[in-house]
């Protein structure tokens, strides 16, 4: 039931988002999230984007991870 | 290199190195449970059980919404749909859950007019279309759905779109976890805790729980990097008798979750008492309509006597969604129970244990 991909938003009208995963295009409510935009990533659960996706956090994990692990810096 | 969100959390050179670090660190046997479904099923797919050490046990949690819900909600949907007024709307997965007699899926077989939506805005478009009929939106979900589900009931509001209205069984994550850690005979270690559940939370609300129980507990998304991350965390606090509560999924979870979306449940949605299928009543874990919004609630809406319920005997989700059993401890596993012909909720719902058990581990 929950979409747990990230879509990427590519229009809004009205509040109303098309979101695109995997070159699949859907419409998504933006009545729950506040400060977004086309090209963000977004969750889309049951036809609502409910949280927009952190870039910063995201590498940060991925960096945090391969230091940990003591893995290099990764492909880039 | 273009961030994906999904890509980079699959990377194969650090799963294997999470996994090498998780069978160093881990001296004892460890049983956590992933409290939620979309992780069960994200756990089978990509086949983490069988990489990870055989002393560490993982559990399907009670966070699968078709699974808890109870025997009671199902039979009175079943009864809204037997209304020649009523037009039923549900998600996909409810369809299939015996009843104590029926199922919706019996009854649209019967020909009752009971229609599979993907968001709850299509079951207000039904609405919409038939303006002489009264629409139902069968509402069972958690702190990721609900707040969809008050956004409709704005609309509707709204729109004066008065011949809409919820059936809500909603459910709230925190007190079925202070629950689980209260009951006699369960033994759980640690918990994987729900990523879009915590999306609209955030971390603030599992705080009170962890204060009280100070047992590990990390929040994560989806991908094999995520959950094998946090189990290697649940196992590092486990070890070092720290437990923690971490935010294992920042690019998604904000520690504060999504105010706005919290704002528009709580509006329209307030605290009750509910029963969990196979746990019972749990005090303040059902999200049902305010007042001002009772126009809008079927239970209100139609005269539906309580009808008298019983569990389909012999089935044992109660005791697997609380960790208390595996499915293939159920006797009706595999047996007269199988996914074509489920005898309980978690053999239904793609999200459920016994249904991932079954797919997967043959
Ligand atoms: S196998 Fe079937 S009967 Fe047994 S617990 Fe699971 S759903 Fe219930």
Same mark, same amino acid.
């Given at each position: 039931?929950?979409?747990?991909?990230?879509?990427?938003?590519?229009?809004?009208?009205?509040?109303? #988002?098309?979101?695109?995963?995997?070159?699949?295009?859907?419409?998504?409510?933006?009545?729950?999230?506040?400060?977004?935009?086309?090209?963000?990533?977004?969750?889309?659960?049951?036809?609502? #984007?409910?949280?927009?996706?952190?870039?910063?956090?995201?590498l940060q994990t991925i960096a945090d991870m391969r230091r940990i692990l003591d893995l290099g810096a990764g492909p880039d | 290199m273009r961030m994906t969100y999904t890509q980079e959390f699959?990377?194969?050179?650090?799963?294997?190195?999470?996994?090498?670090?998780?069978?160093?660190?881990?001296?004892?046997?460890?049983?956590?449970?992933? =409290?939620?479904?979309?992780?069960?099923?994200?756990?089978?797919?990509?086949?983490?059980?069988?990489?990870?050490?055989?002393?560490?046990?993982?559990?399907?949690?009670?966070?699968?919404?078709?699974?808890?819900?109870?025997?009671?909600?199902?039979?009175?949907?079943?009864? $809204?749909?037997?209304?020649?007024?009523?037009?039923?709307?549900?998600?996909?997965?409810?369809?299939?859950?015996?009843?104590?007699?029926?199922?919706?899926?019996?009854?649209?077989?019967?020909?009752? &007019?009971?229609?599979?939506?993907?968001?709850?805005?299509?079951?207000?478009? =039904?609405?919409?279309?038939?303006?002489? @009929?009264?629409?139902?939106?069968?509402?069972?979900?958690?702190?990721?759905?609900?707040? %969809?589900?008050?956004?409709?009931?704005?609309?509707?509001?709204?729109?004066?779109?008065? !011949?809409?209205?919820?059936?809500?069984? !909603?459910? $709230? %994550?925190?007190?079925? +976890?202070? %629950? +689980?850690?209260?009951?006699?005979?369960?033994?759980?270690?640690?918990?994987?805790?729900?990523?879009?559940?915590? *999306?609209i939370t955030g971390l603030d609300a599992f705080v009170p729980f962890f204060e009280k129980y100070r047992i590990p507990s990390v929040v994560t998304g989806f991908e094999p990097v995520d959950? +094998?991350?946090?189990?290697?965390? $649940?196992?590092?606090?486990?070890?070092?008798?720290?437990?923690?509560?971490? !935010?294992?999924?920042?690019?998604? *979870?904000?520690?504060?979750? !999504?105010?706005?979306?919290?704002?528009?449940?709580?509006?329209?949605?307030?605290?009750?008492?509910?029963?969990?299928?196979?746990?019972?009543?749990?005090?303040?874990?059902?999200?049902?309509?305010?007042?001002?919004?009772?126009?809008?609630?079927?239970?209100?809406?139609?005269?539906?006597? =309580?009808?008298? %319920?019983?569990?389909?005997?012999?089935? &044992?989700?109660?005791?697997? $969604?609380?960790?208390?059993?595996?499915?293939?401890?159920?006797?009706?596993?595999?047996?007269?129970?199988?996914?074509?012909?489920?005898?309980?909720?978690?053999?239904?719902?793609?999200?459920?244990?016994?249904?991932?058990?079954?797919?997967?581990? @043959?």
């Amino acid at each position: 039931m929950c979409l747990a991909v990230p879509s990427k938003i590519i229009e809004i009208n009205n509040a109303v #988002a098309k979101v695109a995963v995997d070159g699949v295009v859907r419409e998504a409510s933006l009545m729950l999230l506040e400060d977004v935009g086309i090209g963000d990533y977004v969750i889309v659960h049951a036809g609502f #984007a409910i949280s927009k996706m952190d870039e910063e956090a995201a590498l940060q994990t991925i960096a945090d991870m391969r230091r940990i692990l003591d893995l290099g810096a990764g492909p880039d | 290199m273009r961030m994906t969100y999904t890509q980079e959390f699959k990377d194969p050179e650090i799963s294997k190195a999470l996994v090498a670090r998780i069978r160093e660190k881990i001296t004892c046997p460890l049983r956590l449970m992933e =409290v939620c479904g979309t992780h069960t099923m994200a756990i089978f797919r990509y086949g983490i059980r069988s990489v990870l050490p055989d002393t560490l046990t993982l559990l399907s949690g009670p966070g699968c919404p078709v699974c808890v819900t109870a025997q009671k909600d199902i039979d009175t949907c079943v009864m $809204l749909a037997r209304r020649s007024d009523v037009i039923l709307t549900t998600f996909g997965d409810l369809m299939k859950v015996p009843g104590s007699g029926s199922s919706l899926a019996g009854e649209k077989a019967k020909g009752a &007019d009971i229609r599979m939506v993907y968001s709850v805005f299509d079951a207000l478009a =039904v609405a919409k279309e038939n303006p002489d @009929r009264q629409v139902v939106f069968c509402a069972v979900g958690f702190e990721t759905t609900i707040p %969809t589900i008050a956004g409709a009931v704005l609309t509707a509001k709204a729109q004066g779109v008065n !011949n809409f209205s919820i059936y809500s069984a !909603n459910k $709230l %994550t925190p007190p079925a +976890l202070a %629950t +689980l850690m209260e009951t006699g005979g369960v033994d759980i270690d640690g918990f994987i805790l729900p990523g879009h559940v915590s *999306v609209i939370t955030g971390l603030d609300a599992f705080v009170p729980f962890f204060e009280k129980y100070r047992i590990p507990s990390v929040v994560t998304g989806f991908e094999p990097v995520d959950i +094998l991350k946090a189990i290697l965390m $649940l196992v590092a606090q486990k070890e070092s008798k720290a437990p923690g509560l971490v !935010n294992a999924y920042a690019r998604a *979870v904000a520690d504060t979750g !999504n105010p706005k979306a919290r704002a528009i449940m709580d509006q329209v949605f307030e605290k009750a008492d509910t029963i969990w299928r196979g746990i019972g009543k749990i005090q303040d874990s059902g999200m049902v309509l305010r007042e001002s919004f009772h126009k809008f609630d079927a239970a209100k809406k139609f005269d539906m006597p =309580v009808p008298d %319920t019983r569990e389909p005997a012999g089935c &044992d989700c109660g005791r697997i $969604l609380m960790g208390l059993k595996r499915p293939d401890q159920c006797r009706l596993y595999k047996k007269s129970c199988t996914p074509m012909h489920p005898v309980g909720p978690c053999m239904v719902s793609s999200e459920g244990a016994c249904a991932a058990f079954y797919k997967y581990s @043959r």
